[in-house]
Structures are given as C-alpha cells and as structure tokens.
C-alpha cells in the first residue's frame, strides 16, 4: 500500500469521481508510484476506506420522546405473560392453517384473556405491546379489552408509528389526548376546532361520565352543525338517555333533517314519560281494543286511516317499504313507541302474559307481537319480554305468537343474566341445538351450571344420533369459549370414541371424540389461564 | 411459582420458557404446530423424570399414540425421539410436549419412565459414553499422511493465487472504464468473476465478487459503496498475494477472508457462557446461523456459526437468555471473533447474567479500533448501557441516556418488528442493547430493560 499523508477533505470524493468515469478518462489523484492508474486508485480508495470507516462517529441525539407515562398497574405472573405471547402468536397469518383436529384455536382464547386480565388489573408486558396493537388493528372487536389491558404505553407508541393509529381514536375517551371533564376550556376548543372523529370521542367521553353537560355542549353549536353530523351526534345521546335530555330532543323533532327527526323520535320513545310517548299512547289506544261482546274477550284492531302531519312530526314514517300495507305499517310504529304500561289500563286491567294470550281478530297478530316485541326491547322491559318469550319448552307453532328466534335473542336481553340462562337451558332441553346458537350468543359467559349441562346433554344426544359435529361447529365453538372449565371433567367421559353404530354416518364417532377432545383440551386451557393470571 | 414446582426445580433444574422451546423449532409451521400440541388435551400418561427426561404419548390422527421422548439434560443439547413419521426436527410432537413441559401446569408430573422411554435414553447415553472413549482414544492418531497433506494445501494455495490475481485484472479493467459503465454490464459479469473465484477455490473471494453485483441496483449512492468494496476486495488480494510479509494474526485473517479453511485451534476457554443473541440469514444455497455468546466470567464475546444446506434449519440452537458451562475455542485470525463449541458441561438454563455495557462514543471507537486487526470487518458485537431509542426523521437512533451522542440504526435493522419490540420495551427510558455496531450503523438484537426483567429478543 502506498502511505499517503492525509489528504484534502474532499479527497474521497474526487476518487469516487475518478473511479465513476474511469482512469482512462480522468487521471488519479495522488502519486502514482510507478504503478498503473487503476492499481493506484484501488490503492488510494481502500486508505481512504478503512480512514473513513475507523473514523465513524456517534452522530448528535436527535429530541428523544417524553417518556410514556408510567403503568401502576401489577406486572403480569410470568406464566401468564408466556401464555400471552403464545395467544398472540397464533394470529392468522403467523403461519399454518388447515383442520384443527383436537388442538384449541387460541386466537379465539384471546377475548378472555384479555377480559379476564383486565379484571385481574395487571399491566402488559411492553414488549408484547407491538403483536397486541397488531392484533387489534386486524380485529376491531378486540380493540377495547385489548386497549385497555395495552395501557399507557400502547398510546405512547400509537403516536410513534401510524399503523397503530386507530388506537388514539379509539382509545376509552380517546386516550390522553382528550381533556378530563374539568378542563372546560380545553374542550370548549376541541369541540369547536377538533376533527369529527375527534369531536364523537370528546362527546361520547363527556357522555358517559356526566349526560347533561354532554347535551349542553352538543347544544352550544347544534344550529351550525352539517345534518349527518347531527345525527352522529344524537346517537351519542343514547348512553345515559333521561327525562333531562326530552326538551332538547323535543326541539329535534322539528329538525330540518328527516333522519334527525326519526333518531330524535326513537329516543323520546324510550323514555315512558315522554310527552312524545304519551302522545304515540293516545294514537295507539284508539287503533287496538278488546271487544267484550264476542264469545271469547278477542283483541280487534282498526289501523291508522292516515299518517297525519302529527304522526310524522312524532317520526312515524309515512312511506311503508315495498310490499307492506301502509296502514298496517303505521299501526307498527305507533304500538312500538307507546310505553307497554299503557296497555294494561287499555285492555282492561290485564297483566302482559293475559294481554299476549288474548286471541286477536283478523291476523293482526303476527303485527301486534312484533310490535310489542320491538317496544319490550327498546323499552327493557322484561314483564312483557318474558310474557311475549312465553315457555321455553312450548314448540314453535303453539308459542305466543310468531315470535322468531331474532327477537327472541332480543327480549331475552331484557331479563338478568341467571333468568337468560334458565330460559335457554329450557329451550335446549325441549328444542335441541340446532336453533340454539343464536340464544346462546346473548348467554353470559361462563356459562350457568344448568345452561352448560343443557348444551352437553343436548351434544351427547346429537352424538348418539349419529350426525356429523360439524352440524354442531357453531354451537361447539361456543362451547370452547363460553362453557364453564368446571364442566372438563364431566366431559372426559365423552372423549372416548365410540363403537360405531349400523345407522350411524361413517366415522363420525371418532370426528366426534375429536371435538370433544378438544373442548375439553380448551376448557382446561382456559382453566389454566385463569390460574395463571390468578396466581 | 408455588408448591410442588418449587421442588421440580431444585430437583431438574429450572424448566425453559416457552420462548425458549419455540427457538428450537425448525421453521414457522412448526413453530405453530407445536403450539397447538402444547396443551394437555392430546396427550396422555406424560411425565418427567430427576434426570432430565420428558416424555410422554400423544394422540393423533391414527389409533395409536405417538411416543415422544425428550432427554433435555444432554449437555450437547436437547435430543429428540418420536414415533411419528414427520421428517422435521424437532417434530411438533417434541416441541408440545416440551412447551406442556415448560408450560409447568402439572400435566407433566415427576415419575418413572416408562420402558420405552427408559429404553431410548439408556442407549443414548450408553453410545454416547461410547463415543467420547473413542474419539478420546483416536485423537492424536491417524491425521492422513503429512506431506500429501502440505502438497494438498500448496496446490490450493497456487489456485487462489491465479484467482487473486485474475481478480486483481478484473478490477483494474472495471476502474480504466469506470464504474458508470459497470452500471450498465450488470449482473452477469459479476456473476462469471464469482463462478471463476470458486473454481480458483477462493469462496471468501466469490462471495465478496456476487455482493459487488448487487450494489449497482442498491440505490442512491451505490457509486461510493461499489468503491469502497472494490478498494476492500483489491485490499484483500493484495493481502493474500504477500501474505508471508504480514504479521502473523493479520496473515491468518487474510487465509480466512479469502475462505481457506482453518481450524479452531485456540485453547479451549472453560466458562459460564450467556447465549447473547441467535439468528439466522439465508440466501438460496445456504442458511447461516450466528449465534453470539458472553463469557460471564472472562468477558470474552464469541460467534458460534453453524449452516443448514438449502432450506434446512442449522443443527446448533442455542434459545437466547440461557447460560451454560462449556469449552469454546478460537479461530485463528487477529480480531476475529469466530469460535467453536467444545464439549459442553451443563445443560442451558436461564441466568440472570447481563453483559456490561458501554456508551454510544465508545462503540463507535470500538469498531474504528477492532478494523486495525481487520479492515474488512463491518461490525463488531456491542452492548450499549443506558440508550435511549429515538426517532430520527425516517429513521431511528440509540441515544447515549446521559449524553447528546446517538449511533443510527442500520437500514436493515429500521424494517424489522424488532425495533418496535425494543421501543415498547424502553417507553422512553434507558434500556440494555446488544447489538452489531457498525459502518452501517447499529443492530440491535438483544435488550434488557433497566430494572429487572428477562432479556427481549429483537432478531
């Protein structure tokens, strides 16, 4: 090598230009010693190389983020926090796929997780932080208990990289960015400068924590407001919904705005003492009576003749959708927004289970029930839902009324979680699983003993039947995620295959020994994450 | 951990952690896999004895169960057997059961062995115990006849001679057209130069030759980093055609970058070695695995390198965070890092050993220095104490915590989930880095957070 002193500072540049355009184009710099150009070069750049690279330098720290606000939160038990990198890396697309045999979909384990850790009170490892995040931008459902278990520090990192952006949005009462409800001049200015998104967070946060001031606030500007943001805005007012809030909405129904005015008119409904309400009682009264005169007390019906500007102002829909009679359309609407205790004084005296088993002239019926049903839902009222639900182990035809599974699963939202799970169990019993899904997804999780009991049973008959499980793949599901870990043991029995049966479908009781192996492997699964998370 | 797990310790060493089981696993499929098996569902009449073996029958698709037995404690790492048929290995069978092992929720008891586990691991031992007399008895024998030995290596030395040499011409003709036209030969000239730099059985030199092809299309300023590689690959012929001038260190560094094989003859250092860092990086001909290790008591930093032919995983897995007492030998060459695993005394295990660290500035000199001993070295292994991780435009720094020095992350290590693993980690506070630092800037690819807390891979 040819030892050069230290050469000019823009020495390596020009030999980058040199060796660019070729020596036979441009001489080398520097003596060439007898050699040939090119060799001299070579010589030069690989000083000038091994110079530049022994001389790197730290650069100047750029401004390093405000640390994320501390977690006071207890660290997760380090059990727990392998099982929740393991949850996190079963997510779709980490690999694999194909049937799941007897092994437990963990994906599908990781609500519960999330649940049952955010009722523990613990904080989240920060380094699982980033496949959390991931994991909730792919699955909106999860983003609430995911978020809220992530903590501080998901934010934080939010803000680092715009991936997990979604988590600032929807983070409870949009994260840290959003003024606490004493800082009055902070959101005066967010809700007056803020972003719509921004603004529907600020609203909905204020809301649940103190439903006045959120309606006094959405008062301030509502003349000025676009009419889709309105009505945005208006639904927010559902949480918390009270007599407080009827003068406001009152004012809405004459809004420019038809949605609006509807939104406006379903939510005076709600609220029994209304002046809307009792309006749409008035209207209602006249449409449906008992008449006394048949041989059998009969409900007749005499449908609106006409949807008066009242009824509209009141946000009954005047236009019925194709294929519906218009008047029996708005006898729907007007029996769906009168309070139900209003019918008791109406139809004499009679208790909601007498009113439903009322027979009813002309095929009202089916539109009577419906309506009620709607009203019970709206309304919560559980008096008319468990009259209208009538017994669980009444066959479809000889129920009241033709009540679908849909509202079924609606009213039974009506009743407390321990009277929802009797209901259904009985359902199952008399039913079997096959219209069973449904109602079990508005069960509480774990399941109650007798619920769970009812779904075994109602398996093992399947089982003995000698149908597929994958008929039963939804209701199994379920099952894995919802049943009680408690019920492990009682289903081991099950996990035996079976002798095959002459009218059985050909290997199917192994299929099925399968799937209960791996309910049972899920269950147990489950049982360990609690202890886990408990210990 | 509570109760009876208390006493599995004390009797069987502390079990892994899942993480540490997954490292085992050959790909992602498996990795998978295996953690669908790791559940007690499947399996039945596991268990695990004092000495280190699992094991235990799970059940498949067929009849009859699957064997699965694992002999953990063998200092040469774990060793597997199933009844399976799967080609893989670890199976996913040996990888659930280790993590329904490490999972420690009582499903894998302490018991007796059953016979055919007993059998496996008898025989085991026994041919291993065979082999070490053996291997102790033929040491020092039969090397081969000496002199065909030197005339072997003299021809070979002949052949990479006239390789250097050609490749000397080679260049001297790219730099008379210059680089701009180079741009335009593309990547086929690049490609023939290799092809004659491994008949010449230089593969140090090919390997370098194939990455000059890929600098033209490596965008903007690929004119300075072709240069540079052309200056560093000249340098390296240069070295080789007058090794007998070097000194000796940076004569054997020379034999070693141009891809002759040498031998780890170093003493063999006896010590508690941390498993700092393991990852992989493949192309289509091979898959190599780095693995770095800290010498808790000699302070020494180690790469082990072990390689897997096309789409296989390499055979040594080390899962990061573990410890364990073993012999490791150099290779020879001034500042190379390279050694190999002798024989092994314990079984991994975690440790809470932490490497010292130091500042931004000194790992930057750190590298100025280690490039005395070897030019054409482009990192060198680094833990930072006491960094910050900090967005920098684009990019990302590591922020001395008590200074206004920052080394930049390398671009490779900008596009990784790792950097988002070690930004959550730190929330804004000094954390532990372990890393390569270098020309390119610094990887990170192992931390610790500054309290207590187990170490976070980020490769």
Redo the contacts between chains.
Sequence with gaps: ?NSTSAPPRNAWEE??TV???????RPAPGPAAGR????A???A??V???R?????????????????APDPRPPLP??AA??L??LL??RPG???GGRR????D?MELLPQWLALANACGLAAP?????ALLDTARGRTDLRPAALAFAGP?AL??AR??PDWRFALRAAPGGGADLPGPQEADRIRRLWQEGLFAERVALLTGIRAQEPAAARELLETTWATERAEDRLMFLDSLRTGLGSDDEPFLERALTDRSRNVRATAAELLSALPGSALAARMADRAAACVAVDRTRDVPTIVVEAPHECDAGMERDGVAPKAPAGRGERSWWLGQLVEATPLAAWSARLGGRSPEEIVALPVADDWQGELNAAWCRAAVRQGDAGWSRALLGSPSATEAAGPGAVSLAERAKLLGTLDAGERAEWVAGFIAAHGLSEAFQLLGVCAVPWAPALGGAVVDALNIARDAGSYPWSFSGVMGLAERCLSPAEAARLDALTATPEEQEDASPGAGGYWSEAF??L???L??RA?ME?ELR? | MVGPTFDDMTQQGVRWTAEQVLALAPDAASRKAGSKLGAAGPWSEAGSSDEGTVWGLCKGSGSKPYQTVIDVADSSGPAYKCSCPSRKFPCKHALGLLLLWAGDDGSVARAQPPDWAEQWITGRRRRAEEKRTTTGAESGGTSGDPEAARRRAERRAERITAGATELEQRLSDLLRGGLAAAEQAGYGLWEETAARMVDAQAPGLAARVRELGAIPGSGPGWPVRLLEECALLHLLDQGWLRRERLPDGLAATVRSRVGLPGSADGPPVRDHWLVLAQYDTADARLTTRRIWLYGAESGRTALLLSYGAAGRPPELTLPMGLAFEAEVSSYPGAGQLRASLGQRFTAPEPAAVRPPGVTPAQAAARYGEALRDDPWLDSVPVTLSRVVPAPDGDSWQLSDADGDMALPLSLSARSRPGLWRLVALSGGAPVTVFGECGHHGFTPLTAWPEGAGDAVGLC
């Design positions: 090598m030999l980058v060796a660019l355009l070729g020596t036979d184009r040939e150009a090119p060799v070069l070579l010589d750049a690989a000038e190389t091994v530049r690279r022994a001389g790197v330098r730290p650069a100047r720290a750029a401004v390093r983020p405000e640390p994320a380090p059990a392998r099982r990198a393991q890396a079963d980490a690999g694999g045999g007897t092994a437990p963990l920060p380094e699982a932080l980033p520090r934080w990192l680092l990289n192996q791996r049972v492997t899920t147990r699964l360990a202890e210990s």
